[in-house]
């Protein structure tokens, strides 16, 4: 089962803030973040090894909360740049990578 | 430059017929990963290799074959069995399992007419 991610998809004007959360059903040893734009390979953005990680810079960062199996990726003050795919991945027992549904955002002037 | 390399970009094919997709890195990664990408429905883990000459079964394996013969490549054949194939292929490396980035090629976007 992949993790769910939600919302599924989101419209932003620039400047406002969006919370992307990723649920699994399975135990998450880490959490990744990656961003992918149309047709394009997903670009990692940032990765949490551990339960209570909050990781990342001023405008995109990231919160892991292992025994909940969830983490949220925020984006504050959003760019144009910033529209794409997000997908959240992790590996599990057996070394295998698994991402989330992705949720696809939205900027627009 | 290291990197990972898919091709081709784009593979229109007759339905019932086989075809390979390549994948090859020059990163010396371990690790290996094919997923296929339809709309709306994230990245699926077709197959994953963890060293030369093993590979595991992702979560949507049937109708897809795969081989590590290198380090460096793992090629994906889609065959007559897959139902649906249309679909957008990524593949993706890390040097190991378990909480390393993953880096990923361009994908192809394959067309079964």
């Known amino acids: 089962q992949q993790p769910v991610q939600s919302p599924q998809a989101v419209i932003l004007r620039e400047g406002e803030d969006a919370v992307i959360n990723c649920s699994s059903s399975?135990?998450?040893?880490?959490v990744h973040w990656y961003r992918q734009k149309h047709g394009e390979a997903p670009v990692f953005l940032m990765i949490?090894?551990?339960?209570?990680e909050q990781k990342g810079h001023e405008k995109i960062s990231a919160s892991f909360n292992e025994k909940k199996q969830q983490s949220s990726l925020y984006l504050t003050a959003s760019q144009l740049s910033y529209s794409g795919t997000y997908f959240c991945?992790?590996?599990?027992?057996?070394?295998?990578?698994?991402f989330g549904t992705g949720t696809r955002l939205t900027v627009i002037p | 430059d290291g990197g990972i390399t898919q091709s081709p970009k784009y593979l229109f094919r007759k339905e019932g017929q086989n075809v390979t997709l390549s994948c090859e890195q020059n990163?010396?990664?371990?690790?290996m990963y094919w997923y296929r990408q339809d709309p709306g429905q994230g990245l699926r883990l077709i197959y994953y290799?963890?060293?030369?000459?093993?590979?595991q079964k992702g979560d949507i394996a049937e109708g897809y074959s795969v081989s590590r013969e290198k380090k460096e490549s793992f090629p994906l054949t889609v065959t007559s069995a897959q139902k649906n194939p249309t679909a957008f292929y990524l593949c993706?490396?890390?040097?190991?399992?378990?909480?390393?980035?993953?880096?990923f090629g361009q994908g192809t976007r394959l067309t079964v007419v």
């Open positions: 993706a490396s890390s040097p190991t399992g378990g909480g390393t980035e993953a880096f």
């Open positions: 399975k135990a998450l040893y880490s």
């Open positions: 949490l090894l551990k339960g209570g």
């Open positions: 991945g992790s590996y599990s027992g057996a070394n295998n990578l698994f």
């Open positions: 990163l010396n990664h371990d690790a």
């Open positions: 290799s963890q060293i030369v000459n093993d590979f």
